[in-house]
């Protein structure tokens, strides 16, 4: 019998600058007919106690998630793991039960539906306190889970040291490959280009919300 995943928080990752799509939030872009967040939150939201999102700028463009927006609490643009010790952090004060947070970029509309399930066996099985998603033998270093209690340890990071490669952070505390095939749907298809969303398109038709 596969043991039960520990309490989750989810948090989608949505503070990207989204060069390589012109500008404005990748994750408001539509497939199919609805956003890619809407996707990703359908997706995700089942299998954690709460989820939020990490965005900066106007929260208000996310009002219709019905979601906590959370802002990164680092200065300046310090990346994706600015918005995980955000998530962190909202857990560690709003819902101090809950010992880990499961990230996921918020343009990623086929997330799997074992996603938190399989990281936490990944870690139990590697004994380290990290995982992250891998897919096609590609990882995806943003998708992952993270306990709560190395908060302080990644601020040190991110402000005391200036570090931004999130590689360079979990190399020192060990980490977990939870890995899913890429065929036929990648689950970590993310929407970065224009040519993405219509690839997204062809997927969706093809093989449906499966």
């Not at 509309?109 to 096609?136: C, I, K």
């Not at 200036?162 to 020192?172: E, G, H, N, Q, S």
Request: with cysteine.
């Amino acid at each position: 019998m596969t043991e039960a995943a520990p309490p989750t928080l989810g948090v989608l990752l949505a503070g990207g600058l989204a060069r390589r799509m012109g500008g404005g939030d990748k994750p408001l872009r539509e497939i199919g007919g609805r956003t890619i967040l809407e996707r990703a939150i359908e997706r995700l939201a089942p299998q954690c106690e709460a989820l939020i999102l990490n965005a900066n700028g106007n929260p208000g463009r996310f009002a219709f998630t019905g979601l906590e927006v959370v802002p990164d609490d680092v200065p300046g643009f310090a990346g994706p793991l600015a918005g995980i010790l955000a998530a962190l952090d909202w857990t560690a004060r709003e819902r101090p039960a809950i010992e880990w947070v499961a990230s996921a970029a918020a343009d990623t509309p086929f997330l799997p539906h074992d996603y938190v399930s399989r990281l936490h066996a990944a870690r139990r099985a590697a004994e380290v306190p990290l995982a992250r998603a891998e897919s096609g033998g590609q990882a995806h270093p943003v998708n992952g889970l993270w306990p709560v209690s190395l908060r302080e340890d990644l601020r040190h990071a991110l402000v005391v040291e200036d570090m931004r490669k999130i590689d360079r952070w979990t190399a020192r505390h060990g980490i977990a490959r939870a890995a899913w095939p890429a065929a036929p749907v990648d689950p970590f298809f993310n929407a970065n280009t224009p040519q993405d969303i219509a690839e997204a398109e062809r997927l969706l038709a093809l093989h449906g919300d499966a």
